[in-house]
């Protein structure tokens, strides 16, 4: 559907947001309709998401006594002040706030390496210490998938299989060891 409308973007270009190509394209009316459906439903949404990242603030220590409106209300000023600055302020918040997600990415990345090689103070090496438990849980958890689909009754290998450990996971499928 993203493709569709970047090549509408592309061979029709318009002043104003994708509903524009509904009143173009379909009916003036059904666009007027889209055009407010979508308005309210982010209207309705945006609400739901700020209150979820407080939510999840609150895990933080120390936070858990700050009341919810100090994180809301900076976040739905900062909302409106960049919409006051149009497209190219949005683009300007886009990268910078893009740049950050980099950065931070790589940045953890230098930090799991540093925490793995025993960087930390007082903590000691770990290296791949832990690599068989992950590699032993994804390869166990395919391998039951696998035998479930081909067993006479999948219902009871998939509740034997999630609840069974990590190392019993790496046996063969379970219809390979039932009796024929």
């Known amino acids: 559907m993203m493709q569709a409308l970047a090549e509408l973007t592309v061979l029709y270009p318009i002043n104003g947001a994708f509903c524009m190509y509904i009143v173009r394209f379909v009916d003036p009316s059904f666009g007027f309709a889209c055009a407010w459906e979508y308005a309210i ?3 309705t949404v945006l609400p739901y998401e700020i209150s979820a990242a407080v939510n ?3 895990y933080w220590p ?9 994180f809301i ?14 497209v190219r302020g949005y683009a ?3 990268y910078a706030l893009s740049l950050m997600k980099i950065i931070a990415c790589v940045g953890f990345m230098i930090l799991g390496i540093i925490i793995d090689t025993g960087g930390v103070p007082g903590q000691p090496y770990i290296g791949g210490k832990y690599w068989f438990v992950l590699v032993a849980r994804g390869f ?3 391998t039951n998938t696998l035998g479930t689909g081909t067993h006479p009754t999948p219902t009871e290998v998939s509740s034997a299989a999630s609840t069974a450990s990590a190392a019993s996971s790496l046996l063969p499928p379970l219809r ?3 009796p024929n």
């Open 176 to 178: 390979t060891l039932a």
């Open 73 to 86: 209300v900076p976040l739905l000023v900062a909302l409106v002040v960049i919409q006051f600055f149009g």
């Open 140 to 142: 166990g958890t395919s």
């Open 41 to 43: 439903s982010w209207l």
């Open 56 to 58: 999840i603030i609150h």
């Open 62 to 70: 120390g936070s858990e006594s700050v009341n919810a409106a100090a």
């Open 92 to 94: 300007e918040v886009e």
